[in-house]
Structures are given as structure tokens and as C-alpha cells.
């Protein structure tokens, strides 16, 4: 069969929300199939490309029996040819070889598979040089692990495709999940057989599919040891498409001028190559495309995928809109929106009338009854900067005996979305806020958000409290939660926290703090931070003694033109004790919650888990470890996390190796999920791997993220203010699923969104520089990750002027030898050697391409290449838990 030129990819897609039913469009006629028209008498004898579904009686048995799999299925970035799903056991990912055994199932879908009978398995060659990653992942890390309080994304470059930025990027202030984004840095050369990938590193645009000598015979296989074996499938049946259908790309015309088809369709090409190409009827296209198509090369269209016959090579869809010039902010985000079927359209009326109607909004008096008055108390909430969605504030009160009374306070946001309301279906549907670089997408209107909910100071607020007594050392003597109204003082940023953490003696000049209420001082508020930080740091302590584990992850901040909207720059994020003194107390209030929602309804408990790390990848880390001989201990969160911290010292060097040790170690790490205490047997399983403790859910942000608002729902039902909602777990375990779903789809945004961002900013002010450190050596190419701004990218060997290259392995570790051109003829030629944990100096430069950009080595011997005792330039800093 031919296969379709795909562009190289700019964006993945992740996994955004199902679309129930597809539909034919109407008035097309009959699906085009192969290139050349066939008429009518003859459609019906045509060859069928794919198989066709299997019932849901026979794929329901299969399931029950075992005899089929299912999993959700994820294509390689780069080879669009290898998918795989997750082994159900943790061992090696299933391989799904070719566009046809993929049976048209796009990235993300839950599909089922049949194996295929062994002779026609993959074989794993141990010894082969060109590692490439087995899964193709994308960065999965779960915030919990590596931290996240703001829309700060964090760049992680995907090694498993030099075209594509990924970033991990964790909005949200949980470092719960811990992990990120290391994609082929593990060298265990797994061969690939079935596509022929140019040098460098571009699918080839119409390249048959090659299939690589190491295919093997049924005899061969008695032969080979059991793990050398990969297991491949087909697909046999599509459970849930959770793809949207909808991806950007480019109008072309159709090749054959003289074809029927030619007269009917254009060829849609989407700029992510795991999605096929589409017929469009040309009556959707611009009206002059036909005439003047090169008018059209560079705009950017989205199409949404209608129906994908079983004898066409091509899918069949409609062509949405134009969104404007390629490589322009506001087009390429829209267009990852869309993909990724996040709904930015503006709220209905019939959901704005849900929300309260005479303003300014005032308090009732009837809920001063029911609620703790907590108004006197120096309350206030620490936030970034630019946050307007203000969902939690903290207090600390000093009492008489040394201990003190500890507060978190969560806007009330369910006090504004009843349940079954229109704005309740469409929080629940949009599920969470989306952060983008230049702005955010809410998850409810902004009314609510920024004014009705946000905690903002010297305003009276709704909130739902839990209150503690703790000693100085974090010891919890009393618990108390209920729903309150507050009045913050102020609002401090990240900023004003830290200058207060760093300033613990000296009185700091109002000028440089925000606006204080006159019934609270500045050094009152002043001495409540320092005493949260002091508890906040025994709690920290505490949690890491207990066995808990942190990834942290370079972070990328964009400052913006104000006028273009352009990037001007970008630095690390830095994570510090302010960021450390919010995340404390907000993990404490998510695990108080969960306990208390779970000892009250045992069955029907919206909770968070993290599942233990892929067995097999980590097993490949682990030999990974040893190879290098780094002293490792992989046994649980807590010893990883004590391998992480203990091994490496102060320098930039060590830094550095630490840096990309974190992002191989998050590489085997799953998702966090929300999930029913009553639809999961084994509560075992309700476990939190990196937090390290037996329950743990989300309640502190509400306003954004509609998890918490079911579990303020159920927490109220809990202390009896509310009957329990009427929901069965298999209800409440459907909707954690979509709120799973809509959580990976926006972080997969928001890494897009400093994909794209970082990308308009080499093309803008590059070539930008930096030091890097090699995560992983080919035979022609090494994986490095670019310390200054936490990318990571592939430097291909024929892109560098370069005499010669060699490759090898001392002992197990690989080592690419290359030998430059010299710059003067007279010169003797230059080696250099690149081997895992090498520091070089790379280069990173846009490429004619609107949105590419590559890495290449800077030439040995120029200067500004680093000392390995010099201290890093970049530090180590990262983000916030939750």
C-alpha cells in the first residue's frame, strides 16, 4: 500500500476527550478510496486496506477470556509506523507494527488488540547500537513529583523526536505524581524494524516501508532467548475515541490532475503525522484553492476526520476553518486547542444566568449562621504574581502553649455551582482550567474565578477550612474542617513570601510589600510566614523521612512583548521556600480531606492514586544504573529519592548529572488518576507512589479544577451540611475518568504552549547557546539535554562538519567518537568524544520550517565550553507540589 508524505510533526496529540459517533459528511457521495476513482459496479469488489471491527459480543468475550487486550494506545512521535499499548502486567509495551495493524485507532484511543502468533513478533536485539525509545512516550510525570502551583511550564524536548517540543509542564500546585519526560536516555538498543528514517531524523516524505533484516522466521525464534521477543499485536476493535478527530495542517492538491477525485477533493495534511491524511471536498476549501493553491501553502486549516473507510488509505472530513499564518502565536494555539478538544468558546447565557445577577455580590445573612467566622484572623494567600484565580490562603495563629493553629482556606466555589445547573454541566464537561503561555482558558466563567471565588483581600469570601493545631515540629494535635468566611489581609506573591523567609530579623519597608487591611500589621503578617515556613520545613523533613520522592524538572518562564505578544526571553523558574511553604500545607490539607471523605463514605470517595513505576522500564534503568556505575537504589519512592539527593554534590557538573539522572528516573513513572474509593477492589491500590502515603485526593483548588469540586461536595456531605449526592460509584468513577482525560489533554496544551513559545523564541532572538549534558549515544547521533533551558534534543553527526564519526562501546557504555573538519587547512584535525554524561556546548537554531528548530554541537576549542567544577548557570530549581 502507499503511504501518505507526512509533514514532520510540530505537536503530539495527547489524549483529549471521545467523540461518540462519527458521521459521513453529507452530500460527499462515496468515499474516495485508492488514488485512482472507481465506478460504481466496481466500489463493491475493491480491496479493503483494513480489517474490519470485531463485534462487541466477540471483543467483550475476548476481554472476559483473556484472549484479547485492551490499553490506550500511543504513536511514536517520530516513526508514525510504531505505536504501542501498556502491557497490562508492567512488563515490555505490546508493538503495533504499520499504519494497517493500527486499523485505524489514532493516538490516545482505548483500543483492544489480538496478538499476533510469535514468528511474527519483534525482535529485540540487545547488542544493537540505535537505541530509540521502546514506547514513545510522552511526559507523563504526575504533578505530585515534581511540583506545580502555576502555569510556569517547564520545557522537556522530546529525544524520541528532534522535530517536536514537549515541556513538562505541571500547572497545578501538586508535585504529586512525580515524573517527566525522558524519553530514549535508557541505552538498551531496542532495533527498530519496520520504517526507513533518514539521517536526519526526518521521516522521509513518501518512504516505503522498509522492514529490517532482523525480521525472523518461525525457526529463528526457537532460537532467540524469551526476552529478546517483543510481543505485537493488530487492532481489532476502537472502545473509546478519545482522539478529538480534529487536527491542524495544510490544504494541497490532490497529485493525479486527471483522476475523478481530483475534480471532488483536495488532501488535507495535518501537521502531526500520526493523524493520516484526509480527503476534503473541495466546496469546503477556499473558493480561488483550486487556482491558486500556492496563495494557501502556508495557512494553517483545521480539519475534523468524518469517517476512515475500510479500503481507503486516506480518512475522509471536513475542513472547520482557516486559522491564519502558520507559526503565528494566536493560530498555532487555537489549532492546538482544537486538537486537544478543549472548549475555549465563550459561556452559553443560560450558563452566566446560573451565577448570582445583582452586583457587587454580598454575603446572604443566613450564611453567617451556618459558617465560622474567621474575618479578624490575619489570613492571606500566597500566589504568583500574575495569578487572579485566587483559590487558597493560609493563617497561622501562635497559641499560648508554643504550638500553633494552623489554617489552609479553599474558596467555597460548590456555594456557586449547584449541582445539575447548566454551569455545573459545563464545569464538569470542561473539567479544568487549561494555562497557556499568554493566557488562560477557565474552567468557569470569569466572574467567578476572578471576583465571586477568588480569594482576593479586604473582601469578604466563602470558604471551606480545614483548621489544625500543630506543634513546631508539624505534629498534628487537633483537626478541624467546616465551611467558613474569611478576609484576607493582603496578597503576597511567591516573591514577597521568600523576602520575608529571607529576611526573618529585618522589619520590611511597606513600600515593597502589597497593601496590608489596617486591622493587621506587617509584621504580624511577616511573623505568621515565618512560623509557616518553620512548620512547613519539619513537615517537608517528615515527608521525605517517610519515604516520599520529588522529580524536580527545569521549568521554562516567558517574558512577553507586551505590544507583539512575542517572547523576549525566557529563564528557569525558580522554586523556592515560599513555593515549598504553600505546597506543605496544601498537600496536608488534600490528605486530611481524603481520610475524612474516605471514613465517611468508603465506597463513594473521589480520590487521587499513583501507581508504582513501569516494571520494565524501570528494570532498564536500573541496568541502565549499574552499566554507568551509579550506586542507585530503585527499591522504593523513598530510596530513589534519597539516590537522587544524597549522590551528587554542589558543583555545576554534578548538577548537571543530576538533572538528567531526574529525567531518566521519571521516565518509567505513570499518572497520577482521580478514581471511586468504591470502584477499585484492592486498597492497595488506592496508593500514592511518589507521596508515599495510603490516601490522597484534591481539594484545594476548585477553581480550577472540577475534581475538587466534587470533593468539596462530598467533604460537605461528610460534616452534614448536605445530603450525600445521590451518584453511584460506577457514575462517580465515569466522571473521574473524564476528569483524567481532560487533565492529560491540558497539560499536554500547556506543553505544547511552551513548545510553541520556545520555538518563536529561537526562530525570534536565536541562535541561543548553552551548555548540555549527553543523556544517550547512537551511531550517528546523541541525545543531549540543554541545561540552560531544560530541553531536550537530538544532535545528528551529519549536521556537524565533521571528517569522520565512529561509534563504539567500552565495555557496555557507548562512546561516538568525532573528528571535525579543521576551521584552517594547516590544522591537524580535532577529536572529541562524546559519552554519556559529557558536558558539551550546543547551539540551538531555527530551521526554514515555521516552528523547528535543531541542535548541533559548537566546535571544540572555542571558548565559553564549560569546566566541570565550574558552578551551573542554571541551578536546579523547580516547581510546587500541591
Given at each position: ?154 520545557l522537556k524536548g522530546y529525544n524520541d523526536s528532534p522535530d517536536v517540543i514537549i515541556e513538562a509542564q505541571f500547572d497545578d500546585s501538586d508535585s504529586e505524581d512525580g515524573h517527566g519526560n525522558t524519553q530514549n536516555a535508557l541505552v538498551d538498543g531496542v532495533k527498530k524494524l519496520s520504517v526507513c528514517v533518514q539521517e536526519k531524523g526526518k521521516e522521509d516524505a513518501g518512504a516505503p516501508v522498509i522492514k529490517d533484516e532482523n525480521t525472523f522466521t518461525s ?391 499513583h501507581p508504582p513505576p513501569q516494571t520494565k522500564m524501570l528494570n532498564d534503568l536500573v541496568e541502565f544504573c549499574d552499566q554507568m556505575g551509579l550506586p542507585m537504589d530503585f527499591s522504593s519512592a523513598g530510596a530513589l529519592n534519597k539516590s537522587l539527593t544524597e549522590m551528587f554534590g554542589d558543583d555545576k557538573y554534578s548538577l548537571a548529572r543530576k538533572e538528567v539522572l531526574t529525567n531518566m528516573c521519571s521516565r518509567p513513572m505513570q499518572m497520577a488518576v ?209
Amino acid at each position: 500500500m502507499s503511504h501518505p508524505d507526512y509533514r514532520v510533526n510540530l505537536r503530539p496529540l495527547g489524549t483529549p476527550r471521545g467523540v461518540s459517533s462519527l458521521v459521513g459528511p453529507h452530500g460527499v457521495g462515496a468515499s474516495p478510496g485508492d488514488k485512482k476513482s472507481k465506478s460504481k459496479t466496481t466500489r463493491g469488489k475493491k480491496k479493503s486496506i483494513f480489517e474490519t471491527y470485531m463485534s462487541k459480543e466477540d471483543v467483550s468475550e475476548g476481554l472476559k477470556r483473556g484472549t484479547l487486550i485492551q490499553g490506550v494506545l500511543r504513536i511514536n512521535p517520530k516513526k508514525f509506523h510504531e505505536a504501542f499499548i501498556p502491557s497490562p502486567d508492567g512488563d515490555r509495551d505490546i508493538f503495533i507494527d504499520g499504519v494497517v495493524a493500527r486499523n485505524r485507532a489514532l493516538n490516545g484511543d482505548l483500543v483492544v488488540v489480538k496478538l499476533l502468533p510469535e514468528e511474527q513478533w519483534k525482535v529485540i536485539k540487545p547488542e544493537s547500537n540505535d537505541k530509540e525509545t521502546e514506547g514513545a512516550y510522552e511526559s507523563d510525570l504526575p504533578e505530585e513529583l515534581c511540583g506545580s502551583q502555576l502555569p510556569q511550564q517547564s520545557l522537556k524536548g522530546y529525544n524520541d523526536s528532534p522535530d517536536v517540543i514537549i515541556e513538562a509542564q505541571f500547572d497545578d500546585s501538586d508535585s504529586e505524581d512525580g515524573h517527566g519526560n525522558t524519553q530514549n536516555a535508557l541505552v538498551d538498543g531496542v532495533k527498530k524494524l519496520s520504517v526507513c528514517v533518514q539521517e536526519k531524523g526526518k521521516e522521509d516524505a513518501g518512504a516505503p516501508v522498509i522492514k529490517d533484516e532482523n525480521t525472523f522466521t518461525s525457526q529463528d525464534s526457537r532460537v532467540l532467548p524469551e526476552k529478546s521477543l517483543q510481543r505485537s499485536a493488530k487492532v481489532v476493535y476502537i472502545l473509546e475515541k478519545k482522539h478529538s478527530r480534529a487536527a491542524t495542517g495544510f490544504l494541497k492538491l490532490l497529485a493525479d490532475k486527471n483522476s475523478e477525485l481530483f475534480r471532488k477533493y483536495a488532501l488535507f495534511s495535518p501537521s502531526d503525522h500520526r493523524v493520516p491524511r484526509i480527503y476534503v471536498p473541495l466546496k469546503d476549501c477556499p473558493q480561488d484553492f483550486v487556482t491558486r493553491p500556492k496563495d494557501y501553502a502556508n495557512t494553517l486549516f483545521i480539519c475534523r476526520i468524518m469517517d476512515w473507510k475500510e479500503d481507503s488509505n486516506f480518512a475522509l472530513g471536513q475542513l472547520a476553518k482557516s486559522l491564519g499564518q502558520a507559526g503565528e502565536i494566536e493560530p498555532e494555539t487555537e489549532g492546538i486547542l482544537t486538537e486537544y478538544g478543549v472548549d475555549f468558546s465563550d459561556f452559553s447565557s443560560e450558563v452566566l444566568e446560573c451565577l448570582p445577577q445583582g452586583l457587587p455580590w454580598t454575603i446572604p445573612p443566613e450564611e453567617f449562621s451556618r459558617r465560622r467566622d474567621l474575618r479578624k484572623d490575619c489570613i492571606f494567600t500566597i500566589d504568583p504574581s500574575t495569578a487572579r484565580d485566587l483559590d487558597d490562603a493560609l493563617s497561622c495563629k501562635s497559641l499560648a502553649d508554643g504550638n500553633f493553629e494552623v489554617g489552609v482556606h479553599i474558596a467555597d466555589v460548590s456555594y456557586f455551582v449547584p449541582e445539575g445547573s447548566s454551569l455545573d454541566k459545563v464545569a464538569a464537561e470542561r473539567a479544568t482550567s487549561v494555562y497557556l503561555v499568554q493566557k488562560v482558558v477557565p474552567m468557569l466563567p470569569r466572574l467567578l474565578c476572578e471576583e465571586l471565588c477568588s480569594l482576593n483581600p479586604m473582601t469578604d469570601k466563602l470558604t471551606f477550612s480545614v483548621i489544625w493545631t500543630l506543634t513546631p515540629k508539624g505534629k498534628i494535635l487537633a483537626e478541624w474542617f467546616g465551611r467558613t468566611i474569611i478576609r484576607s489581609c493582603t496578597k503576597l506573591s511567591y516573591e514577597h513570601a521568600q523576602s520575608m523567609i529571607e529576611s526573618p530579623t529585618r522589619r520590611i519597608p511597606e513600600r515593597e510589600l502589597p497593601a496590608i487591611s489596617p486591622e493587621h500589621t506587617c509584621d504580624e503578617v511577616h511573623r505568621a510566614v515565618l512560623n509557616l515556613h518553620g512548620v512547613a520545613k519539619e513537615l517537608r523533613r517528615q515527608r521525605f523521612a517517610d519515604g516520599a520522592l520529588r522529580l524536580d524538572q527545569l521549568k521554562l518562564a516567558f517574558t512577553l512583548d507586551h505590544e507583539t505578544g512575542l517572547p523576549q526571553g525566557c529563564h528557569v523558574y525558580e522554586y523556592r521556600d515560599s513555593n515549598k511553604l504553600v505546597e506543605e500545607f496544601m498537600l496536608l490539607a488534600n490528605m486530611a480531606v481524603a481520610h475524612k471523605i474516605h471514613r465517611a463514605f468508603p465506597e463513594q470517595a473521589l480520590l487521587r492514586r499513583h501507581p508504582p513505576p513501569q516494571t520494565k522500564m524501570l528494570n532498564d534503568l536500573v541496568e541502565f544504573c549499574d552499566q554507568m556505575g551509579l550506586p542507585m537504589d530503585f527499591s522504593s519512592a523513598g530510596a530513589l529519592n534519597k539516590s537522587l539527593t544524597e549522590m551528587f554534590g554542589d558543583d555545576k557538573y554534578s548538577l548537571a548529572r543530576k538533572e538528567v539522572l531526574t529525567n531518566m528516573c521519571s521516565r518509567p513513572m505513570q499518572m497520577a488518576v482521580y478514581f471511586c474509593s468504591g470502584a477499585l477492589r484492592d486498597p492497595a491500590q488506592f496508593r500514592h507512589y511518589a507521596l508515599n502515603v495510603p490516601l490522597y485526593t484534591h481539594f484545594t483548588s476548585p477553581i480550577r479544577r472540577f475534581a475538587d469540586v466534587l470533593v468539596h461536595r462530598l467533604l460537605a456531605s461528610a460534616l452534614g451540611y448536605r445530603e450525600l449526592p445521590d451518584v453511584e460509584p460506577d457514575s462517580l468513577q465515569k466522571q473521574a475518568d473524564h476528569c483524567n482525560d481532560r487533565r492529560m489533554a491540558s497539560k499536554r496544551v500547556q506543553e505544547l504552549s511552551t513548545g510553541l513559545f520556545f520555538a518563536i523564541l529561537v526562530r525570534e532572538s536565536g541562535p541561543l547557546e548553552s551548555e548540555a549534558m549527553v543523556m544517550g549515544v547512537l551511531n550517528q547521533a546523541f541525545d543531549v539535554l540543554v541545561l540552560r533551558y531544560g530541553v531536550q534534543k537530538r544532535v545528528y553527526c551529519n549536521m556537524l562538519p565533521l571528517r569522520s564519526h565512529h561509534f563504539q562501546k567500552v565495555g557496555k557504555k557507548p562512546e561516538l567518537t568525532l573528528v571535525w573538519e579543521p576551521e584552517d587547512l594547516e590544522q591537524e584535525p580535532v577529536q572529541q568524544v562524546i559519552t554519556i554524561f559529557n558536558l558539551v556546548e550546543v547551539v540551538l537554531q531555527a530551521e526554514a520550517t515555521a516552528l523547528k528548530y535543531s541542535a548541533v554541537l559548537k566546535r571544540p576549542g572555542t571558548e565559553g565550553l564549560l569546566d566541570p567544577q565550574d558552578q551551573l548557570g542554571c541551578g536546579n530549581h523547580k516547581e510546587e507540589q500541591d
